[in-house]
């Protein structure tokens, strides 16, 4: 059981670190991206989708944690479940239609709803959501038991802990029947036709995960900053975590909490020296391509492999005498 844990701790391992050498709202956007990553990673890297809509799922967990906290209740984490039933929702009434696209197509009708969203949200609905002015309601939280969300600290610690939990859950989900499902609908349908499995139904229950994970990260990101806008489905921040995914490590397990570190590391560091900071994670992108396609974690992955067997190759000393 520890080893099965120990992957998974020792990467929060690293993102606990950060929060103790690094800034708490960098730690926290880092958990926060990693996991609205997390979703886009799981649809290109087992099923093979690639996702330009994602904002869209994103503002439709946070829009529903917003109509909640703004309209209705003062609770956080009722505001949270909404989000999540609504990206739940959203995933179960569109699947079935984006679903059965090819990949490309797939990826262009996302990238329209992400556009339909931003224009629903700033103009069709302004009347609901203040359009470009946003809903404000940081201070309509009330104080929650346990952990106290309204405090950035306690924040910080219930989205870790929410985070640990679905990277487990996202592991357990590699090692089923219907993780191998996933991958095996990405590289071959006929066959997975063949052993009785049902294409669509493998590709609608992943899009419905990994949107709800998404709209989770919408939601956590409403509840961090109290404010929700149109600006968090803006059709030019639809390629962030495509191009997150493809930095850490496309499918892989780790890659979103590494693309997130580096990524927005970059953001904050560089952005702080040169305007078009996006040039250099733009080179850094080019540059991965051209060394194997496997990320930064495929990479580093690969160089602790080599490491763990030369440690076990090494010559044992010969008796003397």
């Known amino acids: ?68 906290l703004f309209y209705a209740g003062t609770n956080p984490y009722l505001g949270i479940l909404a989000g999540l039933l609504a990206g739940v929702a959203v995933a179960l009434l569109v699947g079935p239609l984006f679903v059965r696209l090819r990949s490309d197509y797939f990826a262009l009708v996302n990238l329209a709803l992400a556009v339909i969203m931003y224009y629903l949200m700033e103009k069709v609905l302004a009347k609901f959501t203040h359009g470009d002015n946003g809903l404000w309601f940081l201070t309509r939280m009330t104080a929650t038991p346990v952990v106290n969300l309204t405090t950035p600290a306690g924040f910080f610690v219930f989205a870790f802990v929410v985070a640990l939990v679905l990277w487990a859950f996202y592991k357990y989900l590699d090692e089923t029947i219907y993780g191998a499902c996933c991958l095996a609908t990405k590289i071959n349908e006929d066959k997975v036709r063949f052993l009785g499995y049902s294409n669509f139904a493998i590709r609608w229950l992943a899009f419905v995960i ?22 968090i489905t803006g059709p030019h921040r639809a390629a962030d975590p495509v191009v997150v995914t493809i930095l850490g490590g496309v499918g892989t397990l780790y890659g979103p909490i590494i693309g997130t570190i580096v990524y927005t590391g970059m953001k904050d560091v560089l952005s702080r020296i040169i305007v078009n900071w996006e040039f250099f994670v733009g080179f850094l992108l080019v540059f991965i391509m051209l060394a194997g396609e496997q990320g930064l974690w495929g990479t580093l992955e690969a160089l602790l492999r080599r490491v763990r067997r030369s440690g076990r190759r090494a010559p044992v000393p010969q008796e003397t005498g």
Do not use: D, H, K
């Open 210 to 231: 990994a949107n709800t994970t998404t709209a989770l990260a919408g939601s956590l990101y409403a509840v961090y900053f109290g404010f929700v806008s149109p600006e």
């Open 1 to 68: 059981m520890l080893r099965w844990w120990s992957g998974i701790l020792a990467a929060f391992l690293v993102v606990a670190l950060l929060r103790v050498f690094m800034s708490l709202p960098f730690a926290t956007e880092v958990v926060i991206f990693s996991i609205y990553v997390m979703g886009c990673n799981f649809l290109l890297g087992r099923v093979g989708f690639i996702s330009f809509g994602q904002p869209a799922y994103l503002a439709v967990g946070a829009y529903a944690t917003a109509f909640y």
